[in-house]
């Protein structure tokens, strides 16, 4: 039996995207359940976290399922992620055992694992997930790699708690300053979940250099194509924000300067400007506005924008919970084993 992970919102259709974001609203209606009894989930950290870890802890236990919380490197032995490698460095343990052992006790793997920061041909590869993917014979769940999906659909559900049908409403997604190069997972994943919602969709940023990755650009455009929405790449922030009906702020690094940040650094101090701010906010169309999470204030939005009706960040950040729930209960569903050893 072909198992089943959610690795990426690239891998499932429109129709399953909506699904789980009803199951997410329906868990959010009553959040107690069944889904997992008797089942687990390992929840495997190689980066902090807060509100992933608090919101996959809590929906595994009101699902009635259990969560083991494991730190590779830390409580946990180091993990070898290299196919043929001598391993004769740090590393304890190959992902080739590990994955396998996890899926014997476990029902459910979930992995955060953020890129390295050197080498993007390297990173974009996302070693970490895909050799849990490979190895583990239990649904593996992306908590954020290059990508954050579980964030897209808590995204995605805020949006229509508001907005009700998302089709053809303007969305854009804003890069602004951070005094650190950040990862491209969130603004990778607002590209595709936005599109894939049939959104119009106008990704702004201060210049060519801050353009993401091909393969997600490519990937937008084929899900605006398919559900009827657009996109495009904007550098003018008043055309941007003007009659939007939702900003979307993420600050990442400029990917031809991976890795050789000091080089990125003047360009980005340049561009503090791009701070979602009250003024901005009154271009649109009585836009929402909305992030991830953690925000410095006053650097990438101002305390009126974060403290205004109009920012749902906190309803976005609840509603991690929900779509977790929603995730894990559909692959448990879908797997059909009565416990991790797949019987």
Not at 60 to 78: C, E, I, N, R, T
Not at 229 to 258: C, N, R
Not at 268 to 276: E, G, P, Q
Not at 291 to 302: F, S, Y
Request: hydrophobic content about 40%; proline content about 4%; aromatic content about 8%.
């Amino acid at each position: 039996m072909t198992v089943r992970h959610f690795l990426s919102t690239q891998d499932y259709s429109r129709a399953e995207i909506d699904a789980l974001l009803d199951q997410a609203a329906a868990f959010k209606r009553s959040p107690q359940g069944q889904q997992l009894a008797g089942k687990s989930v390992a929840l495997m950290f190689f980066n902090p976290s807060m509100r992933t870890r608090t919101s996959f802890e809590l929906g595994a236990f009101q699902l009635g399922g259990h969560a083991v919380v494991l730190s590779p490197g830390k409580d946990a032995w180091p993990i070898e992620f290299e196919v043929g490698s001598v391993m004769d460095g740090d590393t304890e343990e190959h992902i080739a055992e590990v994955a396998r052992v996890l899926s014997r006790y476990v029902d459910l793997i979930a992995v955060r694992a953020f890129p390295k920061f050197v080498d993007w041909s390297i990173d974009r590869q996302d070693k970490v997930i895909e050799s849990f993917a490979r190895y583990a014979t239990v649904p593996v769940i992306n908590m954020e790699t290059i990508t954050h999906p579980c964030q897209e659909l808590a995204h995605a559900l805020a949006l229509k708690e508001h907005l009700g049908d998302l089709q053809n409403k303007k969305y854009v997604l804003t890069w602004t300053y951070h005094p650190k190069p950040l990862n491209t997972a969130v603004a990778n994943s607002a590209l595709l979940i936005a599109t894939k919602m049939g959104m119009d969709v106008t990704l702004l940023c201060p210049t060519p250099e801050y353009i993401l990755d091909q393969r997600y650009m490519a990937f937008a455009k084929t899900n605006a194509r398919e559900n009827g929405g657009s996109l495009q790449v904007s550098h003018d922030i008043e055309a941007a924000y003007s009659g939007a009906h939702v900003i979307y702020a993420k600050s990442w690094g400029a990917l031809p300067y991976f890795g050789r940040w000091d080089q990125e650094k003047a360009i980005r101090d340049a561009n503090r400007h791009f701070i979602v701010d009250e003024a901005k906010m009154a271009l649109t169309d009585n836009g929402l506005f909305s992030h991830c999470l953690p925000l410095r204030r006053n650097i990438k939005a101002t305390d009126a924008v974060m403290d205004s009706p109009a920012c749902i960040a906190i309803d976005e950040a609840e509603n991690r919970l929900h779509v977790q729930k929603a995730v894990m209960a559909s692959l448990i569903s879908q797997s059909g084993t009565t416990s991790g050893l797949g019987f």
